[in-house]
T-cell receptor, first 112, second 115 residues
Framework: GAGVSQSPSNKVTEKGKDVELRCDPI?????LYWYRQRLGQGLEFLIY????????KSGLPSDRFSAERTGESVSTLTIQRTQQEDSAVYLC??????????FGPGTRLTVT | AQSVAQPEDQVNVAEGNPLTVKCTYS??????LFWYVQYPNRGLQFLLK??????LVKGSYGFEAEFNKSQTSFHLKKPSALVSDSALYFC?????????????FGAGTRLTVKP
């Protein structure tokens, strides 16, 4: 079946511009996660959605970062006034109940 | 809150030798434990998980991991390494006893298998 998809796959933006990253989870998966991965580094948790519960935003690095998810469908991660340190691969993952996460291919963001 | 540690940034082994990638965890309740692999320029792929039952779990590509509750460890193993196993490996834990049930990942261990 279809996996987690993310768009765009690559995004180059100028410092100070806003960007919006999209994640389409696997159908029926109630949980959705966003992570950031800097080059050669581990995963940095950003935000977690579970059904209709309030999201866990504890990993968002600043108020320039926000994310939305409508129900159990698409999620968007928005970064306002991008900075060079925002350059990274942004990974989305979805999960069904207690099982493992399935990751999308990521969006590579480059801020120039 | 749960946490996971991968004490080795880098593991080097020769092809055909056994490999071990270490992982220890900390949770308040019962852990769900996972291993993922990331090949260059690729997303993370699920390898195996421990939820309950047999402490030795087998996963994809011949990998296995052993849950050790007393040592709070979940080391990844393979009896005979392949050059194609070279990748970045992440251990992850979910705490089923806490108020949240999000996943925490280790920093990753880069495995290099030399021919």
């Amino acid at each position: 079946g279809a996996g987690v998809s993310q768009s765009p796959s690559n995004k180059v933006t100028e410092k100070g511009k806003d960007v919006e990253l999209r994640c389409d989870p696997i159908s029926g998966h109630t949980a959705l996660y966003w992570y950031r991965q800097r080059l050669g580094q581990g995963l940095e948790f950003l935000i977690y959605f579970q059904g209709n519960s309030a999201p866990d935003k504890s990993g968002l690095p600043s108020d320039r970062f926000s994310a939305e998810r409508t129900g159990e469908s698409v999620s968007t991660l928005t970064i306002q006034r991008t900075q060079q340190e925002d350059s990274a691969v942004y990974l989305c993952a979805s999960r069904h109940r207690y099982y493992e996460q399935y990751f999308g291919p990521g969006t590579r963001l480059t801020v120039t | 809150a749960q946490s996971v540690a991968q004490p080795e940034d880098q593991v080097n082994v020769a092809e055909g030798n056994p490999l071990t990638v270490k992982c220890t965890y900390s949770v308040s309740g019962n852990p769900y434990l996972f291993w993922y692999v990331q090949y260059p320029n690729r997303g993370l792929q699920f390898l195996l998980k421990y939820i309950t039952g047999d402490n030795l779990v087998k996963g994809s590509y011949g990998f296995e991991a052993e849950f050790n509750k007393s040592q709070t460890s979940f080391h990844l193993k393979k009896p005979s390494a392949l050059v194609s196993d070279s990748a970045l490996y992440f251990c992850a834990v979910r705490d089923m006893g806490g108020n949240n049930n999000d996943m925490r990942f280790g920093a990753g261990t880069r495995l290099t298998v030399k021919p």
